[in-house]
């Protein structure tokens, strides 16, 4: 028998999800181990293994998303890093865009430089606009500046020379002399990284892929090395920040395509989810101990975006478009100099972890406020493997209550009101500022806390409908079962949208796709199972920012520029709500993103059922809604069968999560057993 398991580490607990050839699916959940994260990853592993009932020899599939590249970027952990550039380019990383995002903020301070200025050395050569070599790279400097480097006690060394995507001969001349006088230093190559324009993105991503690279090649070393002494017979890949996966060789050379793993991997499993239950229109909401992730699917398909701010730091990379605020079960409570209780960003994280948790948090958390209001059960958790310190959570909660003079419930309710406004600025960022309205689509709840808050976020945000799959809390480890392989293919090929620049479009297209089937060769993907996208950025001449449009494949005539335009223009007025058709057009990038189709499990359905079910218990729980505190019912999720139907308030727990069903709210259970929560108040 072969089976696939999947593997997600998170800020405070590690999910693994395992299907077996016969369809059913085993989840597990255990407390991450933040200083290595490959304890819990094993330890997830020969525990669900045991608990599906398999060995792990009879693996066929090992999907892993990971926080590494992030949690380096975050913490300020890279690998001491050296920069060689263009002569009259070596202070571009701190100049940048001289974008003041706070412009009235006189205090307000940016991200440490990655590279100190005595690490970022030039050296002689030069390019002309279109690729035209002006002047010879000094191969002398080179060696020099790479020796010094070295001397200097780098680890890796970016190399970012100006036009190079035009170019890309100097670099690697340069590459070659890396590997020279130093090969035991981490090399990150532009052209490699990002054959793209705009040169300080360009560096910016090149100095992050070189400051995480040393880290996450150590990682996937060991975690190749562990994974086979646990007897599993292949390879783990690893989920990009676009959402599709790689093999753990890519990760090394490009880890900045993995600042986003683990969230990537949470929206892949909600389309898939929602896709299953004919929902195309979802908002994906993810809320972990850490931070809330949410993202929108409009029209079954994944909002991917170029341009990426993490920790602070520029990376150009096709991403998922996800918000991430500090916002989750571990949040820590606080009050201001204001005198005003806060929540977040800072988390209390798995160690020491909320008060009610019992491994020494003091400090009132998100999930200390859903047990002292009798949300969430008040003796254990993980279905019973986790013991619950209920006193702590009350007794972090009085506190706060104390400071503040109010009630402690409606310091617990108040802190949950306060996620709440946070995350739901998320969600507006991901669709009302992108011209989506939220009241089209369905909330998609998921993580180990967004089933708790889901419920109350829909209502305020007016959205009519939220969807709660049979495994929230592990539905980002069961994501990375249903991610295809996927690279993206970029290049700068700045032409006017014409009839005449149609053959050298064609013709980048066709070296992108060459490259893009090499990459499926070295990935032994079946041609059946393979499929290339074509994709340009293009813009009004005079604009600086470039809008992604797809691009049929074959030749390229007029008839098909003009259907380009036609889809330029209509995503322009709804990007930006206007358009300018007769106004001249060019393209800027082109890209060509390849997939390889991986077997999936399909999901299962449950058994049907009639009527209303029979709640296991009660429980006392404090509603803002009622004022007061009121016997709920509480159902448990695996005794639900498909076609029943419940109202609330209502608290439905299972082994990986629990949801809260507010007054006014009917819960219906699908075929595949997931949980449609609609209000009847709208």
Not at 346 to 356: E, F, K, Q
Not at 491 to 500: I, N, V, W
Not at 614 to 641: D, F, I, K, M, N
Request: hydrophobic content about 40%; aromatic content about 6%.
């Amino acid at each position: 028998m072969t089976v696939s398991i999947g593997i997600d580490t998170g800020g405070t607990f590690t999910d693994v999800c395992i299907f077996d050839a016969e369809g059913r699916l085993t989840i597990y959940k255990l407390p991450s181990t933040p200083d290595d994260p490959s304890i819990a990853i094993l330890d997830g592993a020969r525990q669900g293994f045991a608990a599906a009932g398999v060995t792990p020899e009879e693996t066929g599939y090992f999907g892993h998303g990971t926080t590494v590249a992030t949690n380096t970027l975050l913490e300020g952990r890279g690998a001491r890093t050296g920069v060689i550039t263009t002569a009259g380019f070596r202070d571009l990383l701190e100049i940048g865009r001289q974008e003041r995002p706070d412009l009235y903020d006189l205090q307000v301070e940016k991200p440490p430089v990655l590279v100190r200025r005595r690490d970022r050395l030039e050296v002689a050569e030069r390019l002309t606009y279109n690729g035209t070599v002006e002047q010879p790279l000094d191969i002398d400097a080179v060696r020099e500046a790479v020796r010094l480097l070295v001397e200097r006690g780098v680890e890796a060394i970016a190399v970012c020379f100006l036009y190079s995507y035009l170019y890309p001969e100097h670099e690697q001349q340069a590459l070659e002399i890396i590997g020279q006088e130093s090969p035991g230093v981490y090399p990150s190559i532009s052209h490699q990284v990002l054959a793209e324009f705009r040169e300080y993105e360009r560096l910016s991503t090149t100095v992050v892929n070189a400051g995480v690279g040393p880290v996450m090649a150590g990682y996937v070393t060991r975690l190749k090395e562990q994974v086979q002494a646990l007897g599993v017979p292949v390879e783990p890949y690893i989920t990009q920040s676009n959402g599709g996966l790689i093999s753990l060789d890519v990760a090394r050379e490009l880890p900045v395509r993995t600042v986003l793993s683990g969230p990537a991997a949470g929206v892949a499993g909600a389309r898939s989810v929602a896709a299953a239950a004919g929902l195309e229109n979802v908002i994906t909401f993810d809320m972990g101990g850490t931070s809330t992730d949410v993202s929108l699917i409009s029209e079954g398909a994944v909002q991917i975006g170029i341009d990426s701010k993490v920790a602070g730091y520029p990376i150009r990379a096709p991403m998922i478009d996800i918000n991430t605020v500090g916002a989750g079960g571990g949040s820590i409570a606080w009050i201001d100099s204001g005198g005003h209780l806060k929540v977040g960003p800072r988390s209390a994280g798995a160690v020491p972890g909320p008060a009610g948790y019992g491994l020494g948090g003091t400090e009132a958390t998100v999930t200390d406020a859903n047990l002292a209001l009798g949300i969430l059960n008040r003796e254990h958790l993980l279905g019973g493997r986790m013991a619950v310190a209920a006193g702590a959570a009350d007794a972090a909660i009085e506190r706060l209550a104390g400071e503040l003079g109010l009630d402690p419930m409606a310091v617990a309710d108040g802190i949950l009101s306060i996620v709440s406004v946070n995350m739901g600025r998320a969600i507006r960022v991901i669709s009302i500022e992108r011209g989506y309205d939220p009241r089209d689509f369905t909330l998609v709840a998921f993580g180990g806390a967004g089933p708790l808050h889901a419920a109350r976020l829909a209502r305020e945000l007016e959205i009519p409908q939220v969807l709660v799959p049979t495994v929230p809390g592990a539905l980002c480890a069961l994501g990375l079962l249903l991610s295809d392989l996927r690279a993206d293919f970029s290049q700068t090929l700045t032409r006017p949208a014409t009839p005449d620049a149609l053959d050298a479009i064609l013709h980048g297209y066709s070296q992108l796709e060459a490259e893009a089937s090499a990459w499926l060769d070295h990935e032994r993907v079946e041609q059946e199972r393979r499929r290339l996208r074509r994709i340009a950025d293009i813009r009004y001449i005079g604009q600086n920012y470039e809008l992604p449009i797809d691009v049929p494949g074959g030749d390229l005539g007029e008839q098909t520029l003009a259907g380009i335009l036609e889809a330029f223009h209509a995503e322009h007025d709804r990007s930006y709500g206007f358009s300018a058709p007769g106004e001249p057009a060019q393209f800027v990038t082109i890209r060509v993103e390849a997939v390889g189709l991986v077997p999936t499990p399909e999901f299962p359905e449950i058994e049907p059922g009639v009527g209303t079910p029979e709640p296991e218990t009660t429980r006392a729980v404090h509603l803002a809604s009622e004022g007061r505190t009121v016997e709920v019912p509480v159902y448990q999720r695996e005794t639900l069968l498909a076609g029943q139907h419940f109202d609330g308030p209502a608290v439905v727990e299972q082994m990986d999560s629990t949801t809260l069903v507010l007054d006014g709210q009917r819960v219906e259970i699908d075929r595949y057993g997931n949980l449609l929560i609609r209000d009847e108040r709208s």
